[in-house]
T-cell receptor, first 114, second 110 residues
Framework: SQTIHQWPATLVQPVGSPLSLECTVEGTSNPNLYWYRQAAGRGLQLLFYSVGIGQISSEVPQNLSASRPQDRQFILSSKKLLLSDSGFYLC?????????????FGEGSWLTVV | RKEVEQDPGPFNVPEGATVAFNCTYSNSASQSFFWYRQDCRKEPKLLMSVYSSGNEDGRFTAQLNRASQYISLLIRDSKLSDSATYLCAVNIFGADGLTFGKGTHLIIQP
């Protein structure tokens, strides 16, 4: 069966510090991968998605970036965090087979920028 | 106009009652629809996919109304454990990923 894991689960970072969140999917090949953010009082916002190694599409311009160095690995990064980057970050995957395919989420990473 | 809209609630419902809430979407090209459940400080988990003919899973029934561009979720015989935030999600043909509503907060009271 397919599984998705992301880490770290929680982190507190000072403004201006770098960020790296990692996500790994097991049990499937060539998944579509996503990074969403859920800020307080706001809905799930799609940040990045990837349909293959090295292929990244950005939905929202900001100081975050994403990379996909391996088929099953998706990384969210920042060189300098802002207070507004605080939120619940969720990695997700789908098989990419058609429009009815369901998105499944990892456990999420709580980021607090102080 | 927001793409996917939900009444944020909270809906306070006594245990055993039936509760229903809707989700409207603005893009008529939307092709697939889902309901997710999200517990406090947890990731969203798929509750149901919503098909054009409507579908039922135990106490949960989902309906799609394309003419009026909304989907609905009905929960019968509500349990305390149904307390959560319910997110609707829409996939627009040609776009990638799902667009989510902000969720409806449901509280089942004993």
């Amino acid at each position: 069966s397919q599984t998705i894991h992301q880490w770290p689960a929680t982190l507190v970072q000072p403004v201006g510090s770098p960020l790296s969140l990692e996500c790994t999917v097991e049990g499937t090949s060539n998944p579509n991968l996503y990074w969403y953010r859920q800020a307080a009082g706001r809905g799930l916002q799609l940040l990045f998605y990837s349909v293959g190694i090295g292929q990244i599409s950005s939905e929202v311009p900001q100081n975050l970036s994403a990379s996909r160095p391996q088929d099953r690995q998706f990384i969210l990064s920042s060189k300098k965090l802002l207070l507004s980057d605080s939120g619940f970050y969720l990695c997700a995957w789908t098989s990419g087979q058609g429009i009815r395919n369901t998105i499944y989420f990892g456990e999420g990473s709580w980021l607090t920028v102080v | 106009r927001k793409e996917v809209e939900q009444d944020p609630g909270p809906f306070n419902v006594p245990e055993g009652a039936t509760v229903a809430f809707n989700c409207t979407y603005s893009n008529s090209a939307s092709q697939s629809f889902f309901w997710y459940r999200q517990d406090c400080r947890k990731e969203p988990k798929l509750l149901m996919s919503v098909y054009s003919s409507g579908n039922e899973d135990g106490r949960f029934t989902a309906q799609l109304n394309r003419a009026s561009q909304y989907i609905s979720l009905l929960i019968r015989d509500s349990k305390l454990s149904d307390s959560a935030t319910y997110l609707c999600a829409v996939n627009i043909f040609g776009a990638d990923g799902l667009t989510f509503g902000k969720g409806t907060h449901l509280i089942i009271q004993p």
